[in-house]
């Protein structure tokens, strides 16, 4: 089972490696509030999300809409766990929303050097346009 709905389109955003080395690993098992252990966070692999280099394409239309992104959901998908201290290949994709002009997803596929299919996460964005106050004419104040 993928993190995919059938018959939707995806859209390259790039390709990346992540590194399990042990620093960045211990890192962000004491932020998750987990004690340093010698196995990589099952949610690890999204941290690809925060490069802005990487997801440039999603951030420019919420700019182009005067909109922030905010996570609203997301999923994974274990098929074998990541192992402390190698770097795997990750290759980020995009969607927008069918019929949802203020919604997009981000998916990441994590695969080893023989091409296994490791991990799979998405992340589904929410454009969010501050409407201004509430007397209808949009003004801030």
Do not use: C
């Amino acid at each position: 089972m993928s993190v995919t709905k059938p018959g939707t389109d995806w859209t390259p955003l790039g390709e990346t490696r992540l590194d399990t080395g042990s620093a960045r690993v211990s890192q962000f098992a004491r932020a998750l509030g987990q004690e340093e252990r010698d196995a990589v966070p099952a949610t690890f692999a999204a941290t690809i999300l925060s490069d802005p280099a990487l997801t440039g394409p999603v951030l420019a239309l919420a700019q182009a809409r005067g909109a922030a992104v905010v996570h609203q959901a997301q999923e994974f998908r274990y098929h074998s766990d990541l192992q402390p201290d190698m770097r795997y290949e990750v290759k980020l994709e995009w969607l927008q929303e069918p019929g949802r002009e203020d919604r997009v997803a981000v998916r990441g596929l994590v695969r080893d050097e023989t091409g296994d299919l490791l991990q799979e996460f998405r992340a589904d964005i929410v454009f969010f346009e501050n409407r201004g106050t509430h007397d209808g004419t949009g003004a801030q104040g």
